[in-house]
């Protein structure tokens, strides 16, 4: 099966970058998507299709994705950005659909 | 607005069965490939299952095959999740979730709240 491998936690002062990557065997050659998802609430897409962002999003939010590892990128961070934040791919084979990486909470110092 | 309200979550015994069901509002429900995904206490997100919009196509998690039927009523704009054979570790909030691109690269774009399902004697 295939394995999507994150980092638990990632740390950043406000106004600074956060990187959040995601690593997977060949993850280029995937499509990858990234969630948002705030204690107790719902996950809200953030990235789409790599590097496209849903409409309400900010433009802070970029996501990029090169040979073994996709990245998801925050730029001048804010409070409100800390979250869990989740990279998934889709598998076309009979036993998998569906890949979630195992999350990486973000924390703004 | 895209509305997704999930409901039929509560406590059930180990083995036992429950119904999940997400109604839907503000889109045509019946043109979208639709999810469930679930995330125990505390854990990541885990997909589970998926159906097309005309119901010609499903698919499941190995972990739920066999165990969770998915459905739907286009007439009633509702998405369902049969659980069946209930164990300790299928405790979890379910999520139904929109597939903005099923027969291609298929991702979230809008998730209902969630259901809690504790499986537990």
């Known amino acids: 099966s295939y394995v999507l491998t994150q980092p638990p936690s990632v740390s950043v002062a406000p106004g600074k970058t956060a990187r959040i990557p995601c690593g997977g065997a060949n993850i280029a050659t995937k499509t990858v998507h990234w969630y948002q998802q705030r204690p107790g609430q719902a996950p809200v897409l953030v990235i789409y299709?790599?590097?496209d962002r849903p409409s309400g999003i900010p433009e802070r939010f970029s996501g990029s994705n090169s040979g073994n590892t996709a990245t998801l990128t925050i730029s001048r961070v804010e409070a409100g950005d800390e979250a869990d934040y989740y990279c998934q791919v889709w598998v076309w084979d009979a036993n998998t659909g569906g890949v979630f990486g195992g999350g990486t909470k973000l924390t703004v110092l | 607005e895209v509305q997704l309200v999930e409901s039929g979550g509560g406590l059930v015994q180990p083995g036992g069965s429950l119904r999940l069901s997400c109604a839907a509002s503000?889109?045509?429900?019946?043109?979208?490939?639709m999810h469930w995904v679930r995330q125990a206490p505390g854990k990541g997100l885990v997909w589970v299952s998926r159906i097309k919009g005309d119901e010609t196509g499903t698919m499941y998690a190995d972990s739920v095959k066999g165990r969770f039927t998915i459905s739907r009523d286009n007439a009633k704009n509702t998405l369902y999740l049969q659980m069946n054979s209930l164990r300790a570790d299928d405790t979890a909030v379910y999520f139904c979730?929109?597939?903005?691109?099923?027969?291609?690269?298929?991702?979230?774009?809008?998730w209902g709240q969630g259901t809690l399902v504790t499986v537990s004697s």
């Open positions: 979730a929109r597939d903005r691109d099923g027969d291609y690269v298929p991702y979230f774009d809008s």
């Open positions: 503000g889109f045509t429900f019946r043109s979208y490939w």
């Open positions: 299709y790599n590097r």
